[in-house]
């Protein structure tokens, strides 16, 4: 198993830009394929991007193409999560997770508590 904690969320204005961060404990942190999710009230929550154990391998959703990228620093045990041109349609609790599946997955079994985003217009 191993331990998440999101930091980073936050209001911003539409155009604006963040950065969360999700700094992982326990288990081997380079084993681990690492995502983003976020959720709205009412929706179900939804894949945002995923990064290989390596770094070597990205993978977005199509919404958030060209604006977010994400990131990993395997030394710090932390995974990052870019958010630039944001619009209130990205507002959302923002989730990382941890799977010892490959990039392709959406199965994961470790889970931060979330961290809210809010972009106003």
């Known amino acids: 198993q191993v331990q998440l904690v999101e930091s980073g969320g936050g209001l911003v204005q539409a155009g604006g830009s963040l950065r969360l961060s999700c700094a992982a404990s326990?288990?081997?942190?380079?084993?681990?394929?690492m995502g983003w999710f976020r959720q709205t009230p009412g929706k179900e929550r939804e894949f945002v991007a995923a990064?290989?154990?390596?770094?070597?391998?990205?993978r977005y959703a199509d919404s958030v193409k060209g604006r977010f990228t994400i990131s990993r620093d395997n030394a710090k045990s932390t995974v990052y999560l870019q958010m630039n041109s944001l619009n209130p349609e990205d507002t959302a609790v923002y989730y990382c997770?941890?799977?010892?599946?490959?990039?392709?997955?959406?199965?994961?079994?470790?889970w931060g508590q979330g961290t809210q985003v809010t972009v106003s217009s």
């Open positions: 997770a941890a799977t010892r599946r490959g990039l392709v997955s959406n199965e994961y079994d470790n």
């Open positions: 990064i290989s154990w390596s770094g070597g391998g990205t």
């Open positions: 326990g288990r081997t942190f380079s084993i681990y394929t």
